[in-house]
C-alpha cells in the first residue's frame, strides 16, 4: 500500500494498492533473470474503504440536517398522559460538507500566517500608542 504524504496535505486523499505480478513471481521462483517490461512488474488493485455502519448512520442523519439531541433535553408534548408523549428534540444542522475539503488548505494557511502577522502588527501599533499617550500624561503633569 502505497501512501501520498504531499497530496493528502493538499487535501487529496491518494492511496495505492500494488502486488507482484504472476510473471514478476514466476521469474523470482525460477531464479532467472531475464528481461521483463517494468509495466509487467507490477499490478494495481482497486482500493475500497470501509466505513463502519454507526459512521454510516451518522453521516446519513448529518446529510439531511438533522440530529437526535441527549436523553436528558427530552421535551414533554402535549397531549394524552401516555409515556409517548416525551421526544427528544430535533436540531437543524448545517450539513455542508465543504468544510471538510481540504484543498484549499494552502491558501487557509497562508491567510491565517497574514492574519497572525496583522494581529502582531496591531499590538505593537497600540503599545506606541499607549505609550504616546502616557507620554502625553506625564508632560501634562509637568505644567
Not at 38 to 53: A, G, M, Q, T, V
Not at 104 to 124: G, R
Amino acid at each position: 500500500i502505497l501512501f501520498d504524504p504531499i497530496q493528502t496535505t493538499r487535501g487529496n486523499l491518494v492511496l495505492k494498492c500494488l502486488r507482484l505480478t504472476q510473471d514478476a513471481i514466476d521469474m523470482i521462483k525460477t531464479g532467472k533473470n531475464s528481461f521483463l517490461d517494468p509495466k509487467n512488474i507490477f499490478e494495481e488493485l482497486p482500493i475500497k474503504i470501509k466505513n463502519p455502519s454507526l459512521v454510516k448512520a451518522l453521516l446519513h442523519n448529518v446529510s439531511q440536517g438533522e440530529y437526535n439531541a441527549d436523553k436528558e433535553d427530552v421535551i414533554v408534548q402535549p397531549g394524552g398522559g401516555s409515556g409517548d408523549d416525551l421526544v427528544a428534540p430535533v436540531y437543524e444542522t448545517d450539513t455542508t460538507f465543504d468544510r471538510l475539503d481540504l484543498s484549499t488548505n494552502p491558501y487557509l494557511e497562508k491567510n491565517l500566517e497574514f492574519m497572525c502577522t496583522w494581529v502582531d502588527d496591531l499590538a505593537a501599533e497600540q503599545g506606541k500608542f499607549q505609550y504616546y499617550m502616557r507620554g502625553l500624561g506625564r508632560s501634562g503633569d509637568r505644567r
